[in-house]
């Protein structure tokens, strides 16, 4: 038997709920592709509307394979999760532009709620999320629409007001039903298979190099890149360096990781991994950034589990955070990092300068070098005074820096530059002077959120700066831009960034902290919420998640809460908000039809009372008085009198029939 | 003949329907609408096969009332002026009189009026709207108060103008006589003729005396539920999927006015549901436009939504 | 499935069965009217859609889990919650859905029963997207709140007697199509098929006797019974083909003198079997009716009349009807 035709309405819900579907992907997918799906879906439209026939074979198959081709001609590898979510993709599209049946119309809304929950695998964001429920939505709505028989309404879509309430209480069961069970349901500690590798898509952040401009970028970036919170006191912000990638390697431009072994990140360094007593605690919640390594607090006293510290003393994660993560670590605030193995290596990498280049600042270096001898502090502290004497300044627009020789032509000529410039020359004057020097990024200070209680860290938080190998101490850190403006390392980046309202104090600002602080709950309670997480919330209730017969218990329990609600949401009486003079006459109509009698809604109560009169005798004595009080009552100009008449004639009513 | 008080007036009307009743026998609950269209302000539109007493009743309301009566048969070939009156030059006067036609009455049994043509319809609906005829410019004021009962036949014949929608929303109701049942034939075979029963009908209530019992049905207590239902009504013709064109606003004026006056009928001091359902189907059958594909006729769809919508 | 066919031993079994699960043992059982559905008699299964949509989330669910994907898992979560709660909502679709009236019309063996079902929702809630099932034909209503529905159904009526329409089965997949919740509907309504009137006809018995012998040729019979066309005689006794032959209307002369009535006798009825007989004697009370000539029946056991009139024709008529029949429900 041959499924039944697809009606216009039903099909034009499925396809808003698959164009609704579609719209998150167009964040990701070739602007072409987008296009392409969005024109077949428009075309179709107007087409089904002048006649409903799918489209000839001659369009169709062309069309998949021009689909397919290109998909993956874009993504490349045909077995990446892209590539396949692409396909899909087009795939419905094309579905959609041969449904014509029922059946149709049924695979189609399943396939696009499951195209929702793929979209979660590429990005589960707040403001994504939340975006969800519609295709969510209109994907039941289109359910519901292909569900109706013909020749029947059906549509919740249609009569909003009152199908719309069966929704609701739908929607009012099955909310705390999911919370529920997303609670509930067992974690796994690892996955069943093994996860699918995924490219960088372009996040912003930190990238491992630094050029110029690279961190004016981010400066410009509001975007979070971490929240913490410490588990007593916040230190002075001075002391808040997030140590990223340490940066070796410098080719008169830019600055890159070392190219030799101490950049690798399978090199381990031994290191203390549980905290001392006295040392700063405290936990981030930190959001994706497509990267192995972690902001830590230097120096990192304690480290979480799955992470390794590199040689120079970066802290990296196993695998590259795809989704928020959370870790706990500890930090001895201002300590020196010690410098580890292969200190000949790390000293040579730490000394080399692009040959022939910046022949000033060389001269500059050296001369300090001859003046104050091998003292790696004291010689700082002279390119610190340096940076202090002359007229330095620090701005986040400087002129470029044009020359082959960058370094000169900051230090003697332009003089204007924010944190990379000077970190940069400085590692240049240390080297030259030949102190072993490196340059490390990261984020500097933060923002705290009074809402949340935790530090927030932006994208505009980066920073530079600068560490020195002093023998018997290890690697100290050294911030020339503190020299020039200390101001921001008191107050943040912010201090220097464009003026912005969400910033400027006031109202706006605790609209600010408050959303930002409702997006770290989301990710901290929903998208960070794991296996041991879950098994710390259980133990809270005193349950141990592992044990089958309490885990099912407790699922009983949640059950019949359940139950219990759905009971009172769905049969509960529904005469509350009557007239009282109807309430009353209703539990007259209540006990007649309990006797076996029929009251049709469209029977008035005189009608009724004449009706009983001669199929009902024995009832009518008693219920003549009830229908005359209440016609009185309800369609007369009436008064408390009638209103008594009617409750004392309900009453002996009541009183005098038999219950069944 | 002289009414003053409430009470004298619902009891005149009393004896009106059983003077009416006596002369249209076995047709008490047609009486009942007549009577309900005419409290209520409204024209009739009987839908009925010749011969089954329409000229009977109408005339027997006349009598009762004592309201002026007049008769006219439409055909193809009547003009507008044989209905309404002409203006004829007065040599005396040296000046146009005008000659008032049949429609100059208070109650004008207009026969067949489906055989008219359309332009004569219109004459006769606008005269129904306005309360008034306009001839040569000069506007005519027709006798009050001005009752129509116009009667059409049921069947599709050859050589008729059906009513356009807009001009069946003017009757106010539509009823059908129907055959008298066995009895009252029988009565009917046996008894004197009908006109001579006529004859002897003497006038129960006045003229002014049914102006009066107009004004007492417009002001009847009609509560908020009543009010909720007769819209629950109105509106499920506009919902049903077998209707192409629901009930009109105005037609929910009129579906409200003859609820009152069937109230004033039953002597009752408010409108009750029964009251709108006893003249829902007669306010609602010639309203309703079909879907083509709907099977059944106004009145049937008007009753099965009579047992669908529920009293609020 | 009749609780008096199973041993006694598991008599009360069947009982407690009945008791609880009324709808899978009555589909054959007639019950009064109104029936109205509750928890008892309507049942719920998945859909095919809906085993297909369990198959997809299950699917979801497991990809989640498997990459610790927290808001694939809660939407996933989500939309399982809504299937489940969906299914109370198919349930409540015919919850308190009332069978309050079934009109059946009385027809003639071989023509089609109309069947028309009152529904009406019990506790004034709307339904949407009910289907009824009645033999091969179905029907699709929405309810309004508290109105009365009605569904018409034909069935054919094959044999003359009690007909009592088979049960109907009312089904919902509202609100999404994921389950399925039905129940038959058995009303204990019947209404009689009257024998299937003879055709062509035969003359009516003249002699109140003696009934007409069947076999004869009925053109001789006529010539001796007609008269000249008066007005107001019933166009279906003029006789046509004499008419023509004699040039003027005549019309077969059916009345009898006063004093004498028209017997249709059963017994003076030979040479056809049961049934051609009743339906001769069905097409005579019909014609004898439509002619307004009084008339008595005469069935073995059973005299009826003589009278005229609407009332005694259907006496006659289920008298036809049942005649030599048991009665199914004694």
Excluded at chain 1, 284 to 304: H, K, N, Q
Excluded at chain 2, 18 to 41: D, F, P, T, Y
Aim: hydrophobic share 45%; aromatic share 8%.
């Amino acid at each position: 038997m041959r499924s039944p035709i697809l009606a216009t309405r039903p099909f034009e819900w499925l396809l808003l709920a698959f164009a609704a579907t579609l719209a998150p992907y167009t964040l990701w997918l070739p602007i072409w592709y987008s296009a392409l799906l969005y024109a077949v879906l428009g075309a179709r439209l107007v087409q089904r509307r002048r006649f409903a026939r799918p489209w000839p074979g001659w369009v169709k198959f062309p069309l998949l394979a021009a689909i397919l081709v290109l998909v993956v001609w874009e993504f490349g590898d045909p077995r990446s999760r892209q590539t396949g979510t692409a396909a899909l993709l087009g795939l419905t599209a094309l579905k959609l532009i041969e449904a014509e049946r029922r059946r149709d119309g049924f695979l189609t809304a399943t396939v696009c709620l499951f195209l929702v929950s793929v979209q979660f695998l590429f990005e589960q964001g707040m403001g994504v999320s939340a975006y969800m429920v519609i295709p969510t939505l209109l994907c039941f709505l289109a359910l519901n629409e292909c569900a109706a028989p013909p020749g029947t309404r059906g549509g919740i879509a249609d009569e909003f007001g009152r199908i719309g309430r069966e929704l609701g209480l739908l929607l009012l069961v099955a909310l705390p039903l999911t919370v529920f069970l997303f609670f509930s349901t067992p974690r796994l500690e690892s996955p069943l298979w093994g996860t699918v590798e995924t490219p960088a898509e372009g996040r912003t952040g930190l990238s491992g190099t630094m050029s110029p401009g690279s961190i004016t970028e981010l400066i410009a970036d509001d975007s979070p890149v971490m929240r913490i919170s410490f588990a007593g006191e916040m230190p002075p912000r001075a002391s808040l360096y997030w140590r990223g990638p340490v940066l070796w390697h410098f080719d008169g431009i830019a600055w890159q990781a070392s190219r030799s072994f101490l950049g690798r990140s399978n090199a381990n360094t031994p290191g203390p991994t549980r905290a001392g007593e006295a040392d700063l605690r405290y936990r981030v919640l930190l959001e994706p950034t497509d990267r192995r390594w972690l902001f830590l607090l230097d120096y990192a006293s304690g480290i979480p589990p799955e992470t390794l510290r590199l040689i120079d003393g970066q802290v990296v994660h196993e695998q590259p955070v795809k989704q928020v993560i959370s870790y706990e670590a500890a930090a001895d605030l201002d300590a020196p990092v010690p410098a580890g193995p292969f200190i000949q290596e790390q000293r040579g990498e730490a000394l080399r300068l692009p040959p022939q280049r910046n022949p000033q600042t060389l001269e500059m270096a050296r001369q300090w070098r001859a003046e104050i001898g091998n003292n790696p502090l004291a010689i700082a502290g002279r390119a610190l005074l340096h940076f202090n004497e002359q007229p330095f300044a620090y701005n986040l627009s400087p002129p470029p820096l044009t020359r082959v020789d960058r370094v000169d032509q900051f230090l003697f000529d332009t003089r204007i530059g924010f944190c990379e410039h000077y970190a940069s020359a400085f590692v240049v004057l240390m080297r030259a002077a030949g102190v072993p020097a490196r340059v490390v990024t990261g984020y500097q200070g933060g923002t705290w959120n009074p809402v949340g209680q935790y530090l927030l860290v932006r994208n505009s938080d980066a920073h530079a700066w600068a560490e020195i190998l002093v023998p018997g101490q290890g690697w100290v850190r050294i911030d020339p831009t503190a020299a020039i403006a200390p101001e921001r390392v008191d107050r943040g980046g912010q201090a220097f960034a464009e003026p912005s309202v969400w910033r400027a104090g006031g109202w706006l600002e605790g609209v600010a902290n408050r959303f930002d602080a409702m997006r770290a709950w989301w990710n901290e309670t929903i998208v960070r919420f794991d296996h041991l997480r879950q098994r710390r919330l259980f133990e809270d209730f005193g349950l141990d998640i592992r044990d089958w017969r309490q885990l099912g218990l407790w699922f009983g329990i949640g059950m019949i809460a359940l139950a219990l609600l759905s009971a009172l949401v769905f049969w509960s009486r529904r005469d509350r908000r009557e007239d009282p003079a109807r309430r009353q006459y209703l539990r007259v109509l209540r006990r007649l039809s309990r006797l076996g009698v029929a009251t049709p809604d469209s029977e008035g109560a005189r009608s009724l009372a004449a009706r009983i009169e001669s199929e009902r005798p024995e009832l009518a004595g008693l219920l003549r008085p009830v229908c005359e009080a209440y016609e009185t009552s309800r369609y007369g100009q009436s008064g408390q009198a009638d209103a008594q008449r009617l409750e004392e004639a309900v009453t002996a009513f009541l009183a005098g029939t038999p219950r069944r | 003949m002289d009414h003053h008080t409430p009470e004298q007036l619902t009891q005149a009307l009393a004896a009106a329907e059983a003077q009416i009743n006596q002369v249209v026998l076995g047709k008490s609950a047609e009486v009942r609408q007549v009577l309900v269209c005419l409290l209520a302000g409204g024209h009739l539109l009987l839908e009925d096969l010749p011969g089954v007493g329409k000229t009977t009743l109408a005339h027997a309301v006349a009598a009762t009332f004592d309201l002026d009566f007049s008769r006219v048969q439409f055909t193809s070939d009547l003009l507008p002026s044989d209905l309404v009156g002409v203006s004829i030059y007065d040599q005396a006067t040296a000046g146009f009189r005008f000659h008032p036609g049949p429609i100059f009455a208070q109650l004008l049994l207009a026969d067949e009026i489906n055989r008219a043509t359309p332009k004569l319809q219109s004459a006769l609906l606008e005269a129904m709207a306005e309360q008034q005829v306009t001839v040569d410019g000069t506007s005519h004021r027709l006798p009050q108060p001005f009752v129509v009962v116009a009667t059409q036949n049921p069947v599709e014949q050859s050589g008729t103008f059906p009513l356009p929608e807009s001009q069946l929303d003017r009757f106010l109701f539509s009823i059908s006589l129907g055959y008298p049942d066995e009895r009252a034939e029988k009565a009917l075979l046996g008894a004197s003729d009908r006109r001579a029963v006529i004859a002897e009908a003497r006038p129960v209530l006045s003229a002014s005396a049914l102006t009066a019992l107009r004004a007492l049905a417009e002001v009847l207590h009609a509560s908020p539920a009543a009010i909720d239902y007769a819209y629950a009504l109105i509106a499920a013709t506009r919902k049903d999927r077998r209707i192409r064109i629901g009930l009109s606003p105005r037609a929910g004026i009129g579906l409200m006015r003859a609820a009152k006056a069937h109230a004033l009928l039953a002597r009752r001091q408010h409108v009750v549901p029964e009251d709108l359902q006893a003249v829902y189907v007669a306010v609602a059958r010639h309203r309703l436009v079909l879907a083509s594909d709907a099977s059944g006729d106004g009145a049937s769809i008007a009753r099965e939504l009579l047992a669908q919508v529920p009293i609020p | 499935m009749d609780s008096t066919d199973a041993p006694s031993r598991l008599e009360p079994l069947w009982r407690w069965i009945e008791r609880r699960l009324p709808n899978l043992l009555r589909r054959h059982r007639f019950e009064p009217l109104p029936i109205t559905l509750n928890q008892r008699r309507v049942y719920i299964v998945p859909s095919g859609f809906g085993l297909f949509f369990a198959v997809v989330m299950f699917a979801i669910l497991i990809g989640a889990l498997n990459y610790q994907n927290n808001m694939a898992l809660l939407f996933g979560l989500l939309v399982v919650s809504i299937a489940a709660v969906s299914m109370l909502q198919t349930f409540r679709n015919l919850d308190q859905l009332s069978l309050v009236q079934v009109a059946a019309d009385p027809v003639y063996a071989g023509d089609q029963v109309p069947i028309a079902l009152h529904l009406r929702a019990a506790d004034g809630r709307p339904r949407y997207g009910v289907s009824l099932r009645l033999g091969s034909l179905r029907r699709h209503i929405d309810l309004a709140a508290g109105a009365i529905v009605v569904v018409h159904f034909t069935a054919p009526a094959l044999r003359r007697g009690w007909f009592s329409p088979e049960p109907a089965t009312i089904s919902t997949r509202w609100p999404f199509g994921l389950f399925h919740a039905w129940s038959h509907l058995h009303s204990d309504v019947r209404t009689l098929v009257y024998p299937r009137p003879e055709t062509p006809a035969a003359p009516l018995p003249r002699n109140p006797e003696g009934g007409r012998q069947g076999g004869t040729d009925p053109g001789d019979e006529d010539l001796r019974a007609l008269r000249a066309y008066a007005p107001g005689d019933p166009t279906h006794l003029v006789a046509w083909k004499a008419s023509a032959r004699m040039g003027e209307l005549l019309v077969r002369q059916l009345e009898m003198p006063r004093s004498r009535e028209t017997v249709f006798d059963y017994g003076q009825i030979t040479g056809l079997d049961r049934e051609a007989r009743l339906s001769r004697l069905t097409r005579w009370v019909i014609e004898a009716e439509q002619a307004g000539i009084p008339w008595r029946l005469k069935l073995p056991g059973i005299d009826l009349g003589p009278d005229s009139g609407p009332a005694h024709r259907l006496r006659c008529l289920k008298a036809l009807a049942l005649h030599a029949l048991p009665d199914p429900r004694h």
